[in-house]
């Protein structure tokens, strides 16, 4: 296992990320328990959760994926120091979630709290925004005509930002979060707080949390230039783009018990006819590398410039260990030519 500084913080992250989102609808705590452990055998350090968990996210199952982790720290005490653990406060728009409201200072402080208790720890290593109070360009709505900058509100947006950094530096001081990060964020966004947290001599943030894959470029060349200039971690989510390219769900297949069986809050937006094609040009890539289209995804994903550390997730230990070889794997410049071919053909997944 290859480690990587984890932005301008002292921490030495893994370049795997245990995800967890899975914890608690699709998995339970043996499993969790069972992940954990096989996470920690190929040295993983880097787990990753949010109040908001288990995906998709509903008020009956609200914070039990922090629970979960919660349960294994409580019984792994001496393992916590080895660890870096990072959550996301959620933003507005749930309504089981602190009434829907979105982020501000004392949301933040509360709902902090409430995570510091599920997790039965005393501090958080990364504490994230999990998405803006603005709309921004993210969950389907990166197409043209899905959102207005026009409509933002800046002088609120950044009055809003003022009172979230104020909360993460008092929580700061505390010892409660020994970092902050994004998620979800703009170029626009993580400009902003920058200056922000200049202005205030407040900690800049150490980590951005954002969609990519070989379905979902759009934050490369320019956000992951921004990141890596600004040293910034850069951490990919759904580097399988929910599961698309393992090729589960070629030909409208639902395997199940699979992500899309259930009830999607915003719907399958990235259930489109080109990512499907995609898909099953990138499976005979990896079939004529001998591999599976889930490792040729992922031992992408890693030899991306400025890419700090790729969070992946599973249903089970077999899938988990699936996706842990592809970061053995090294593909040819051949391979990669190939790839950027098929990108060329489909820039855009979904």
């Known amino acids: ?3 990587h500084p984890l932005g301008h913080s002292h921490l030495k992250v893994s370049e795997v990320c245990l995800g967890t989102m899975t914890w608690g609808i699709q998995n339970t705590q043996v499993d969790a328990d069972e992940q954990l452990a096989m996470a920690l055998e190929a040295e993983i350090n880097f787990i990753d959760t949010a109040e908001m968990y288990p995906t998709p996210p509903n008020e009956k199952t609200y914070g039990d994926t922090e629970r979960i982790l919660g349960h294994w720290l409580n019984r792994h005490q001496h393992l916590r120091g080895q660890l870096v653990i990072m959550s996301k406060v959620a933003g507005g728009g749930l309504s089981y979630i602190r009434n829907g409201s979105g982020l501000s200072g004392d949301s933040l402080t509360e709902a902090l709290h409430d995570s510091l208790a599920r997790l039965q720890t005393d501090y958080i290593d990364i504490y994230q925004l999990h998405w803006p109070n603005r709309a921004t360009p993210h969950f389907g709505k990166h197409w043209p005509g899905k959102t207005d900058p026009r409509k933002t509100d800046v002088a609120a947006e950044i009055e809003g930002m003022r009172d979230i950094l104020v ?84 030909d409208g297949e639902r395997p199940p018990g699979s992500r899309w069986t259930y009830i999607q809050r915003q719907g399958l937006f990235r259930d489109k006819q080109a990512a ?25 994903c890693r030899q991306v410039p400025g890419v700090t550390s790729t969070i992946i997730g599973a249903t089970s230990c077999k899938q988990l260990l699936e996706n842990l070889k592809a970061f053995e794997l090294e593909l040819s410049s051949s391979t990669l030519k190939q790839i950027e071919a098929v990108m060329h053909h489909y820039p855009a997944g979904f």
């Open 167 to 250: 909360a993460i530096d008092k929580a700061i001081a505390e010892g409660k979060i020994r970092h902050w990060g994004l998620s979800d964020e703009t170029p626009w966004g993580i400009s902003a707080y920058l200056k922000l947290c200049e202005e205030m001599d407040i900690e800049r943030p150490v980590s951005l949390q954002n969609e990519f894959s070989l379905l979902h470029t759009k934050d490369w060349p320019y956000l992951i230039e921004q990141c890596v200039l600004e040293n910034i971690a850069y951490l990919p989510w759904s580097p399988l783009a929910t599961g698309i390219l393992t090729g589960k769900y070629i």
């Open 276 to 300: 499907h094609e995609a898909t099953q040009r990138y499976q005979q890539l990896a079939q004529a590398q001998g591999i599976s289209s889930a490792q040729l995804a992922l031992a992408w």
């Open 1 to 3: 296992m290859k480690f």
